[in-house]
């Protein structure tokens, strides 16, 4: 089974950047869609973005214009660059795959705290 582990939460300014990455244990060439949800506290999980091996994305409205998704093939990588970033953006972040013919999987999760 695919493992994800995700990098680069933590602490920033509001209007800052900040940039999530998240690794697969597999080679992502197998994987249809990579993204990102985010679950904030007393809320439901939402999604954030997703990317298509064909490098469709899809964003939410709440984040599209700021956030930006990319994946590397040849890395087996996923990255969400997130700008101007606002205090209702703090949540923890998961990040998410559906490969090929097999059930999503999906990371431990990282907190993004947006905080002056």
């Known amino acids: 089974q695919v493992q994800l582990v995700e990098s680069g939460g933590g602490l920033v300014q509001p209007g800052g950047p900040l940039r999530l990455s998240c690794a697969a244990s597999?080679?992502?060439?197998?994987?249809?869609?990579m993204g990102w949800y985010r679950q904030a506290p007393g809320k439901q999980r939402e999604l954030v973005a997703g990317?298509?091996?064909?490098?469709?994305?899809n964003y939410a409205d709440s984040v599209r214009g700021r956030f930006s998704i990319s994946r590397d093939d040849a890395k087996n990588t996923a990255s969400l660059q997130m700008n101007s970033l606002k205090p209702e953006d703090t949540a923890v972040y998961y990040c998410?795959?559906?490969?090929?013919?097999?059930?999503?999987?999906w990371g431990q999760g990282t907190q993004v705290t947006v905080s002056s």
């Open positions: 990317m298509t091996r064909a490098g469709s994305t």
């Open positions: 597999e080679s992502t060439t197998v994987i249809n869609v």
């Open positions: 998410y795959a559906d490969p090929i013919l097999r059930g999503r999987v």
